[in-house]
């Protein structure tokens, strides 16, 4: 029996362009909150020096906020597939905001955990995957990877631009006007999108529960996996700028760095949304964790210079780009469209482990040793994350259930 939510995105609506309108909504306030979270690697440095202290605590702050992003995201994207998605994305509009003025308002480091650690992850969290389900209703499966794209590449438009514009305006206004600044762009981004975000209740019933998730081979396969990519995947966005500036790069080529790997990636998102329907989507996760392992590898050989560094970018977009556009179709694939935003809410708590793991880690060996070791170290976890992916993802428990 059809769900409320399948009733909305097969039976489509009356104006065409109304789907449409809530993926552009969509898009922009991903652009907002992950342009301002993969922004952080151009403010670690002046948070540090303002308060007094070294790369490691403070890369540790992005670390707490992609975990709690995550974290958020497993409890945001279930409440999104039963409640709909417009009270979830207003709240994370209030929560962003919030966040980064009181961010730019701390004057201890404890203070920046609770305002940007947490506030700003959750605020992200409740926003992405509610998101992704929002599409997934939206949309019919033919459409579905188009629009998907399409809002992903938000992610990385946002990538591209707002670690620039950041880095002009700590330039010219310092790092606590910078992030007031930006709580009044979240603030007006995202609370547009609530207005697009939909109200579908879900039936219980129809909604996976986690017990039933864990006893998935292929789902613990894939959480594995991407565990074990987290540091690999997190520490070029932390670590990019500052290994760059330390090499003699200049420092506005260095602050781009995470920028091309998010142009890179919107690129790649668009070419994936377009083609998805085309081409396995498991098989495009593998090879998009083998880009990423190989862009951990042209980081590591680089020595500083600047052409072998974009490279890297590169080839770190692409990797990113194509995962995740196509892990949301393995999901939908493996589970149905009306568990989308929660599935894919419990699949990247994964991702935040190894997130909370890498760049805390990475800043306290960079802070003892350099940067060479703690490349080689999640080099390692990458490839270790490549080969759990490559395992076949056979259904052996739930598959009965759904």
Request: charged letters at 10%; proline letters at 4%.
């Amino acid at each position: 029996m059809a769900s409320t939510s399948d009733l909305t995105h097969s039976g489509g609506s009356a104006d065409p362009a109304a789907p449409w309108s809530v993926a552009v909504a969509a898009f922009a306030a991903n652009f907002v909150t992950f342009g301002i979270l993969f922004s952080f690697g151009v403010f670690l440095t002046p948070i540090a020096h303002d308060l007094g202290t070294t790369t490691g605590p403070v890369a540790a702050l992005f670390s707490t906020a992609v975990c709690t992003y995550y974290a958020g995201g497993a409890i945001g994207g279930r409440i999104g597939d039963r409640f709909g998605a417009r009270l979830l994305i207003a709240a994370a509009a209030l929560a962003m905001s919030a966040g980064l003025a009181l961010t730019a308002a701390s004057d201890a480091l404890w203070q920046t955990y609770a305002a940007f650690g947490v506030l700003v992850g959750l605020a992200t969290g409740f926003c992405y995957p509610s998101m992704i389900g929002l599409i997934g209703r939206s949309f019919s499966e033919r459409r579905r990877p188009a629009a998907m794209g399409f809002l992903l590449a938000g992610v990385g438009a946002g990538t591209l631009v707002m670690p620039l514009a950041s880095h002009a305006l700590i330039s010219t206004l310092g790092w606590r006007q910078t992030y007031a600044v930006l709580a009044a762009v979240a603030l007006v981004a995202i609370g547009w999108a609530a207005t697009r975000g939909d109200r579908v209740r879900t039936s219980p019933a129809r909604l996976l529960g986690v017990s039933q998730l864990v006893r998935s081979r292929r789902f613990l396969l894939f959480f594995a996996a991407v565990v074990a990519i987290g540091p690999g995947f997190y520490a070029p966005v932390a670590f990019y700028n500052d290994y760059a500036v330390d090499r003699g790069v200049a420092p506005t080529l260095a602050a781009a760095l995470i920028g091309i790997s998010g142009a890179t990636s919107v690129v790649a998102r668009l070419a994936c949304g377009a083609l998805g329907h085309r081409a396995d989507p498991m098989w495009l996760c593998r090879a998009a964790f083998a880009a990423m392992t190989a862009a951990l590898v042209i980081w590591w050989i680089s020595d500083g210079n600047p052409a072998v560094l974009i490279a890297s970018a590169v080839a770190h977009g692409v990797g990113w780009a194509v995962w995740v556009t196509a892990t949301p179709s393995v999901l939908a694939g493996w589970y149905g469209v009306e568990n989308l935003g929660g599935v894919i809410g419990i699949h990247y708590t994964g991702l935040g482990v190894g997130a909370l793991a890498g760049p805390a880690v990475c800043g306290f060996i960079i802070d003892a040793s350099g940067f060479g070791p703690a490349i080689v170290l999640v080099t390692v976890t990458s490839l270790i994350a490549l080969g759990l992916l490559m395992l076949p993802m056979r259904e052996t428990a739930v598959a009965g259930s759904l």
